[in-house]
């Protein structure tokens, strides 16, 4: 079932509503509608099983660690100059689905334990310098707010006024003046570098691209607007599993050199670091799916704005199908990745035309989400990106 939204609704203030403009209906198809059409073995969180793809992941890091560290020793540069980016590459995909898992910890669907997922979920994105339970609580702000304007956490649309437009009524282009500087292909991918590169840290350090925050919004900041009070030890130790990380990866750097730590480790985060951004960044972000202000949004309808997109059969298998089967991960956060697959195939019959997959290659993706993504209007209760 769906709605059409009447831009007179708001009596006192006129509502610019895009979703009559765009011919856009808001759903109202309820949870437990969408929970009965999966089966339900597909919420059951099994935690051996969830272990062994601990196990698989750390098998290939050690297999991809070990023969790089034959690298050094072939004798032909080129070789070696081709054989460490596949490595970086290679290490980076494997990364990511460690920190996928990490990921599933803190959303409770590793296991049925509490204790267990809080634990193997600080380990592993320990090892990958992410303060596991500040990232859990501000994660979950994001799962309980999809696509709602002023609550989401990641990657929130620019306001017309925020990025330096005219009033929507002044503007005779309708989507904004464009600047040819600002859409010259060096700097859209010196930007992207910029996003890719930095955007992660910069995210747990200063809430990049979330909500604006009085004072010092950061992961490592238990007294920030982020977060509860009862959850300032949590933050804490988070802070102190980075800080204990960095001191290993200080003395790894010490005692094996700071180029292998740069070679085996520091390239291959980054890479993971480059992985998440991207996989963040399409899921929520796209010029056929709209922002829900507080008249319209609620849960169901926020975690219905979310693209599943395939990166590939190698890279899905490797990230857990985090990517692919995303839609079904924001309606059943805890629901485990290895049910995901099988979830996506009934709630894509529940849901009919408000699931949304697209298949685009990726790098094509992006260019497009990019350039069309730049900002959305002040007002309304539905809006879409304009460029």
Known sequence: MATKRNVNSDPVKPVIDEAIERNWEIPNFTIKEIRDAIPAHCFRRDTFRSFTHVLHDFIFIGILAGLAGYIDTIPNVYARLVLWPLYWIAQGIVGTG?????????????????????????????????????????????????????????????????????????????????????EAPLVVLYRMFNMFVFGWPLYLLTNVTGQEYPGWASHFNPHCAIYEKNQFWDVMISTAGVLSMMGFLGYCGHVFGSLAVIKFYIIPYLNVNFWLVLITYLQHTDPKLPHYRENVWNFQRGAALTVDRSFGFIIDYFHHHISDTHVAHHFFSTMPHYHAEEATAHIKKALGKHYHCDNTPIPIALWKVWKACRFVEDEGDVVFFKN
């Open 98 to 182: 460690v920190w996928v898992i990490g990921h599933e910890c803190g959303h409770q669907s590793f296991s049925p334990s509490k204790a267990i997922n809080d634990g193997v979920g600080f380990v592993l994105h320990t090892l990958l310098l992410v303060p596991y339970h500040s990232w859990k609580y501000s994660h979950s702000k994001h799962h309980k707010a999809t696509g709602h304007m002023t609550r989401d956490q990641v990657f929130l649309p620019k306001l017309r006024s925020t990025v330096g437009l005219p009033p929507r009524e002044q503007d005779t282009e309708l989507d904004g003046p464009h600047d040819a500087l600002d």
